[in-house]
């Protein structure tokens, strides 16, 4: 059996924190941060039934994830002072 969540929290913002559709909205933290809890409530539902069904022990399960989009860190302008950062397209 393969399951396969895909494409969450990507753009679109197309869900609320509680997997609820609502369409295709803008991209803010806060629309954004609903939809990766949406997210984690799916990861969640799929462990929780893997454990249900008995093969959650024998099972291989593999989550991956990226950084997020472009949204930068609240308060950083650019500027580190630990860190010499260096322009580049990424």
């Known amino acids: 059996m393969v399951e396969r969540i895909a494409g969450v929290p990507h753009r679109p913002i197309v869900v609320d924190r509680e997997c ?11 629309n954004y ?27 291989l399960i593999i989550v991956s994830s990226d950084h997020g989009t472009d949204l930068p860190p609240r308060g950083f302008n650019g500027v580190s002072e630990s860190l010499s950062l260096t ?3 990424a």
């Not at 609820?20 to 806060?30: D, E, K, N, S």
């Not at 997210?39 to 008995?54: C, H, I, N, S, T």
């Open 20 to 30: 609820r559709f609502f369409g295709v909205t803008r991209i803010t933290r806060q």
């Open 33 to 59: 941060r609903d939809q990766s809890q949406c997210a984690v409530k799916l990861v969640a539902a799929l462990l929780d039934r893997a454990r249900a069904l008995g093969i959650y022990d024998s099972s």
């Open 87 to 89: 322009r580049s397209p």
